[in-house]
């Protein structure tokens, strides 16, 4: 059973940054953060696969968010640079267990079957 524990968000003004962390419990499986506002569907931001460090982001954070993890790969981290009020809403951490390949970085919520409880990252 794989369980996630993130932390990080917060409150910050715009061109601010913030650091999110997602620990879980195993390796070698596609990891990624969606954030999420009232009233719209959950949004992929960005993705990474444990094993080979390949990384994925949506256009909305490319070149502002960075995604990467610790040598044992069981941390996650998610870089926010440059924070904008519309990066506003709750960010969650997921995992899901495969095999690389496109599915991990298509930013689709679908084939992830593990979530973290989410944090709040408010910018104004």
């Known amino acids: 059973h794989v369980q996630l524990v993130e932390s990080g968000g917060g409150s910050v003004q715009p061109g601010q940054s913030l650091r999110l962390t997602c620990t879980f419990s195993e390796t070698r499986y596609c990891m990624g953060w969606f954030r999420q506002t009232p009233g719209s569907q959950r949004e992929g931001v960005a993705v990474i696969y444990t094993e080979s460090g390949r990384t994925h982001y949506s256009d909305s954070v490319k070149g502002r968010f960075t995604i990467s993890q610790d040598n044992v790969k069981t941390t996650a981290f998610l870089q926010m640079n440059n924070l904008k009020p519309e990066d506003t809403g709750m960010y969650y951490c997921?995992?899901?267990?495969?095999?690389?390949?496109?599915?991990?970085?298509?930013?689709?919520?679908?084939?992830?079957?593990?979530w973290g409880q989410g944090t709040q990252v408010t910018v104004s």
């Open positions: 997921a995992v899901a267990v495969g095999d690389e390949g496109s599915w991990c970085f298509s930013l689709a919520a679908r084939p992830f079957g593990y």
